[in-house]
């Protein structure tokens, strides 16, 4: 069965600064996709930016990138120049055929 | 515009009551999920329905039902069965198979016990 896990309970982030969210997962399958999730206070679930795993090229999204590791089944996410509105919690999500394998969460506060 | 839509926003439950959680998409997705939300925990996968009149047990079904009657609409029976039914409920949706499209998701329901 596929997991994915999120090893950092919570992390923090000075305004302007960046930070990396860590992600690995595990499967035997060849085809997949992966994705983070940012859950705001408002408790809606926004895609942040999504992986396809038969792409090297790793994704970007304006401030927010990966860094796709196949071969160690790492996908961690990059915030740049972090804004406070980035406060959430983000979870990282690996899709099979039919479901979608979330990760235990990782809650990001921003400082001013 | 289109999307899921969960209702109610805020649900209560008395001892030994059953309870339905509705959801309704108008995204024309094939599939539909259900996942439940515990205080600074991740989504735990309930049940999920690939095509109308059929479904298949998530993680964590015990004390659930659902029906999928409809491509638009999936809703969820919590039972008095379900001894720890507080939680946030959230609906999604998606096409079907393997696909970067990512999972749509609804506003969500917070069901609590009277």
């Known amino acids: 069965a596929q997991t994915v896990t999120q090893s950092q309970p919570e992390m923090s982030v000075q305004e302007a600064e960046t930070v990396t969210l860590s992600c690995t997962y595990d499967?035997?399958?060849?085809?997949?996709?992966l994705f983070w999730y940012k859950q705001p206070p408002s408790r809606q679930m926004i895609l942040v930016i999504r992986?396809?795993?038969?792409?090297?090229q790793n994704a970007t999204e304006n401030r927010f990138s990966v860094n796709f590791q196949k071969a160690a089944k790492s996908f961690s996410l990059k915030i740049s120049d972090s804004q406070l509105g980035d406060a959430a919690m983000y979870f990282c999500?690996?899709?099979?055929?039919?479901?979608?394998?979330f990760g235990t969460g990782t809650r990001l506060q921003v400082f001013p | 515009d289109g999307g899921i839509t969960q209702s109610p926003k805020y649900l209560f439950r008395k001892e030994g009551q059953n309870v339905t959680l509705s959801c309704e998409q108008n995204?024309?997705?094939?599939?539909m999920y259900w996942y439940r939300q515990d205080p600074g925990q991740g989504l735990r996968l309930i049940y999920y329905?690939?095509?109308?009149?059929?479904?298949q047990k998530g993680d964590i079904a015990e004390g659930y039902s659902v029906s999928r009657e409809k491509k638009e609409s999936f809703p969820l029976t919590v039972t008095s069965a379900q001894k720890n039914p507080t939680a946030f409920y959230l609906c999604?949706?998606?096409?079907?198979?393997?696909?970067?499209?990512?999972?749509?998701f609804g506003d969500g329901t917070r069901l609590s016990i009277l």
């Open positions: 992986q396809e795993a038969y792409k090297q």
């Open positions: 329905s690939q095509i109308v009149n059929d479904f």
């Open positions: 999604a949706s998606s096409p079907r198979g393997p696909s970067n499209q990512p999972q749509h």
């Open positions: 999500a690996y899709r099979s055929a039919d479901k979608l394998i």
């Open positions: 995204l024309n997705h094939d599939a």
């Open positions: 499967t035997s399958e060849s085809d997949y996709y």
